[in-house]
Structure formats: structure tokens, C-alpha cells
């Protein structure tokens, strides 16, 4: 098992020759305001770029979602990943949410 820590809840998990996206924020850097109620809410959002290219991260055979917040599901992710992409999320109301976006292929 490979667990690599792109940035904030963004994951890549390697496991049993599968590779799976865990909650991609795709935002360029300092793309949104800070979040409200946060220690630090002046620091926009995300805080730093992303390491590798977009195209890269999702070269993946799934995404999982563990809910959808921005900070774990955010705009640039649903325009970038593939609508046809395998996403498992953790309950019918985050997949009805997703096949709502346009997602085709949701399981939890």
C-alpha cells in the first residue's frame, strides 16, 4: 500500500495494483476566500498549489469521497473529473447529490 498526501484532504491511494483519488480539491492556489470559523480565516484557500498536474491525479481507477465539502469536493474537481469516473461516496445522499452534477457511476 502507497498513501500519498497531495495537499489538505487530497490523497492518492495505491492498493492491490488500484490507484484511487481520495477527495480532490482541484482549486488553483488561494482560489477562494478563507473559511469562516477557521484559526486563521484570513488565509485563503487552498494554501498551496497543487504538486502535480490535474491530468496526472486523475489517472486513477476511482475516486472515493469521504463527503462533499469544498475543501474535499470542490468546483474545479467536479468540471475536471470524468463524468463516467467510478466514485464511491458514503451514502445515497452524496451519490444522488454527484448523479445530480451529471456523475454516472456513483456506489457507496
Known amino acids: 500500500m502507497k498513501l500519498t498526501q497531495i495537499r ?3 490523497l492518492v491511494l495505491e492498493y492491490a495494483g488500484k490507484k484511487f483519488l481520495i477527495d480532490p480539491m482541484l482549486a ?3 482560489a477562494w476566500d478563507g473559511f469562516a470559523g477557521n484559526a486563521r480565516p484570513h488565509l485563503r ?3 498551496v498549489a497543487l504538486p502535480v498536474a490535474v491530468e496526472d491525479l486523475l489517472a486513477v481507477d476511482a475516486v472515493i469521497l469521504t463527503h462533499t465539502h469544498t475543501d474535499h469536493w470542490d468546483e474545479a474537481a467536479q468540471q475536471a473529473v ?6 464511491y461516496t458514503q451514502d445515497e445522499k452524496d451519490a444522488a447529490l454527484l448523479r445530480s452534477q451529471g456523475f454516472s457511476t456513483c456506489a457507496f
Request: glycine share 0%; proline share 13%; aromatic share 0%.
Open 45 to 47: 484557500n487552498p494554501m
Open 82 to 87: 470524468p463524468k463516467d469516473m467510478l466514485i
Open 8 to 10: 489538505n484532504a487530497t
Open 28 to 30: 488553483e492556489k488561494e
